[in-house]
């Protein structure tokens, strides 16, 4: 016969009682529960036996093993309370409907079915896996999708609960969580059922135990609601979705969603609006899918609102999701809407109890302001004004809660329509002041750090001169790569900013300044298209705002990008202009400057008489006002001309002038720039030994300076140089070298340029073939931005018959 209080005890545990709510029911101290389970009283009273019996709902077969255990005699006339209800016949099928128009997620969900369906080997532990994603993401049609897939497998059921935690309404509390699955599985006596946390959850995992029922907790808020809800032993399953990393759940596979591809996104707009209709519109349900976010529920909707208006022109819903102030109103404004969906998780932070969630709340209206990419630590530090690890723990809060995502660390990006809703919200709880303020905190950042990498690019620059007192803490940048890298990362926030800065009253007046500091980053990384899109910014309000040193200097480098794409004409007008402004401030060696630039351009032109003029007028001027960085480009000019005329001597005594003024002042990227345009005139002088001697100079100098881009352009020369002469085994390797460096620093003009010098070596080898497949991709990534060498491709694919 089995003791009492090993039997007593198993029959608490089985109806998922404590000793103490044991107790409760039974009318009886949780002292005397404890007594009778460790065997230290083994004959209690009958009436104790009874109230254990009826607290504990035994069957009358089991009430007799209680008696028989005590060794008490039931009394004449004790009737045993009814068991609770557990009806084995009827099975829970909770899950709601899978979605008929679920589109894509492949890859989403093998991984779940890989954790749902593990093949023939029975599951360890419990099978557990979590959708995170943003609002709208599709983390619920996901999960459902899957359970129904895999419900077979979970003969005992498919439980659903909403565990409601970003709304609508206040997120459910565990004991009420685990009184809806308690009656879900049937247990439904409310006699019986405990009030406490661990109780129930004592009943729920005792319920489960040798069951396979499969679990989907929707909308959870924390893995804090969802731990007590897990089963306790292998066997069941449990789905849950969340807009937050459930990072803590123990052996949990994490399932990250993202938006939809763009195909994925046109396909669910089809199965909605109809396939026709789309098919004979796919221009503009691209369009959609990209102003929707690709954002499945956005998609959704408007593919509802299109099938509810057959006769609508796709693009005119186009047009309207166009316009940013209305857009989220065309996603549906009730609770099942877009801006509902993250409007919840926005209010989710601001409720908090934990002071980073409400910091958060306030920060992603700040963070929304600048147009850009993306957002580094630093920025969000300038936008919210505070120390970076503050801003850092604000950002990371919002990653957990995905109203932000990370794909590198130290970057951030906002969902499209997130940021439209905290556009939204920053107009209607930031005065513009403290709009304006934290963008020109940014731009000042910008500034300062933009100044800084001219400095160590082109320390002897007079643009220097115009330099602000920095008014924002740099972040550290000891040297040009490490500050060219740091722009490079910057580069598109940059520009959004600055086009958004051009349309704001308080904010032109820093765009100028921006615009020349830029010049040495752009210069250095052959960012031509940035420095032209900013320098026109900035001349326009220069201009207006009277900054006319500013002004003069933008007008000058206006020319650089015309001269890079090959529009010598414009350059010419852009160097008059600017040197005429110049002229009208005093200013010489603005002046001095504008000489050497004319001089170069009339040069490339084949004006040699007054290219030759402006070069001796540049060096006149710089030397009267003692200007040795202008007196060492001067004499590079010289050098050009000489070597162009055929005077090798003359060429070589000039350009040896020029790098010694260079080596002489210290600055070892001039050096090389320097030797780069020597090499370069005597290859196209026909001077090839001198060529390739200078050029490896230059390269290797380049090298020192962890300047890959400028090496692809040495090594442009160098295969050209080769080629004429001959060596095509070197010729090849130093073209596909400088493709291979030019693509890894985005240089698309460099690797258009260097895949037609390829094209050309391997059409002096014999094979066309290669050849012409080169100019095809030469043509390709050239094409839009560069035309003048796009042409230069396409009329080498006509001549070789591969047009």
């Given amino acids: 016969m089995v003791a009492l209080a090993e039997l007593l005890r198993r029959f608490r545990v089985d109806a998922g009682l404590t000793q103490a709510r044991l107790a409760e029911k039974a009318g009886l101290s949780e002292q005397a529960i404890s007594l009778l389970e460790r065997g230290t009283r083994r004959r209690p009273r009958v009436e104790t036996v009874e109230a254990l019996a009826g607290a504990l709902g035994l069957d009358p ?112 509390d565990p004991i009420e969580a685990l009184s809806q699955l308690i009656r879900s599985l049937g247990f439904d006596d409310e006699r019986t059922v405990p009030s406490g946390i661990n109780e129930l959850a004592g009943l729920y995992r005792s319920r489960l135990a040798g069951q396979r029922v499969l679990i989907l907790l929707d909308n959870v808020n924390s893995a804090a609601q969802v731990l007590p809800l897990l089963p306790g032993a292998p066997g069941s399953a449990v789905i849950t979705t969340s807009r937050r990393a459930l990072t803590t759940l123990p052996g949990c596979r994490q399932i990250a969603l993202t938006p939809l591809s763009e195909a994925d996104s046109v396909e669910l707009l089809a199965t909605i609006a109809g396939r026709e209709r789309i098919a004979a519109e796919s221009s503009a349900a691209r369009s959609i899918a990209q102003l929707t976010g690709r954002l499945p529920l956005a998609v959704r909707l408007i593919g509802a609102r299109l099938a509810a208006r057959p006769t609508w022109p796709i693009e005119h819903m186009v047009d309207q999701l166009r316009d940013e102030h209305r857009r989220l109103d065309e996603f549906g404004t009730g609770e099942s809407g877009v801006r509902a969906s993250i409007a919840g998780s926005v209010e989710s932070l601001a409720s908090s109890n934990q002071e980073v969630d409400r910091r958060a709340a306030t920060a992603l209206p700040f963070l929304a302001l600048p147009d850009g990419a993306d957002l580094s630590i630093l920025t969000a530090a300038h936008l919210l004004d505070v120390p970076q690890d503050a801003a850092e723990h604000v950002l990371e809060r919002l990653v957990d809660l995905n109203l932000l995502s990370s794909a590198v660390p130290g970057r951030y990006r906002m969902h499209d329509l997130i940021r439209t809703f905290a556009r939204e919200l920053a107009s209607q709880t930031l005065s513009e002041g403290a709009r304006t303020d934290a963008l020109t905190r940014v731009l000042q950042h910008y500034t300062g750090v933009a100044w800084r990498s001219q400095q160590l690019t082109h320390p002897e620059s007079r643009r220097h001169r115009l330099a602000g007192p920095p008014v924002r803490p740099l972040p550290k940048l000891p040297d040009a790569p490490t500050a060219l890298t740091f722009l490079d990362h910057e580069r598109a926030n940059i520009l959004g900013l600055v086009r958004q800065a051009s349309q704001s009253s308080g904010l032109r007046p820093f765009v100028p300044e921006l615009g020349v500091a830029f010049f040495g980053y752009a210069d250095a990384r052959s960012r031509w298209v940035e420095m032209r899109t900013i320098g026109r910014l900035g001349r326009e309000i220069a201009g207006e705002l009277g900054y006319d040193r500013l002004a003069a200097w933008l007008e000058h480098d206006l020319a650089i990008p015309d001269v890079e794409h090959g529009h010598l004409e414009s350059s010419l007008v852009h160097f008059r202009t600017s040197l005429e402004m110049f002229n009208s401030i005093a200013d010489l060696p603005g002046e001095a400057r504008c000489c050497t630039s004319l001089s170069y351009v009339l040069e490339l032109m084949g004006r040699l008489d007054e290219a030759l003029r402006w070069a001796e007028e540049a060096l006149q001027v710089s030397a009267r006002i003692d200007d040795q960085s202008v007196v060492g480009i001067s004499h590079l000019a010289l050098g050009r001309l000489h070597s162009r005329r055929g005077e090798f001597e003359l060429a070589t005594e000039s350009f040896a002038l020029s790098f010694r003024l260079a080596e002489k002042s210290g600055n070892p990227r001039s050096l090389a720039k320097r030797h780069l345009i020597a090499g370069e005139a005597y290859q196209e002088a026909g001077f090839h030994a001198a060529s390739s001697e200078v050029l490896r100079k230059g390269f290797d100098l380049f090298e020192q300076l962890k300047d890959g881009n400028a090496q692809a352009e040495c090594l442009q020369h160098m295969a050209s140089n080769s080629l004429a002469t001959g060596n095509h085994t070197a010729a090849t390797e130093q073209a596909e070298q400088g493709i291979r460096l030019a693509r890894a620093y985005g240089n698309q003009q460099r690797e258009g340029l260097l895949l037609i010098e390829l094209g050309k070596i391997k059409v002096a080898t014999g094979d066309l073939a290669a050849g012409v497949a080169a100019w095809r991709q030469a043509v390709g990534v050239l094409h839009p931005l560069f035309p003048n060498d796009e042409a230069a491709a396409r009329a080498l694919l006509a001549e070789y018959g591969g047009s």
């Fill in 61 to 172: 077969e089991s009430a007799q093993q209680l008696f028989l255990a005590a060794k008490t005699p039931r009394r004449p006339g004790f009737e045993q309370p009814e068991p609770p209800t557990v009806s084995s016949r009827v099975v829970p099928r909770q899950l709601p409907p899978a979605s008929a128009d679920f589109t894509g997620r492949d890859a989403e969900v093998a991984d779940l079915l890989e954790v749902f369906q593990p093949g023939d080997h029975q599951p360890a532990g419990l099978q557990l896996a979590a959708v995170t994603g943003m609002g709208g993401v599709g983390k619920t049609a996901l999960a459902v999708h899957v359970a129904h897939l895999v419900g077979d497998n979970f003969p005992d059921g498919q439980l659903y609960l909403d565990l409601r935690g970003y709304g609508p309404g206040t997120p459910l």
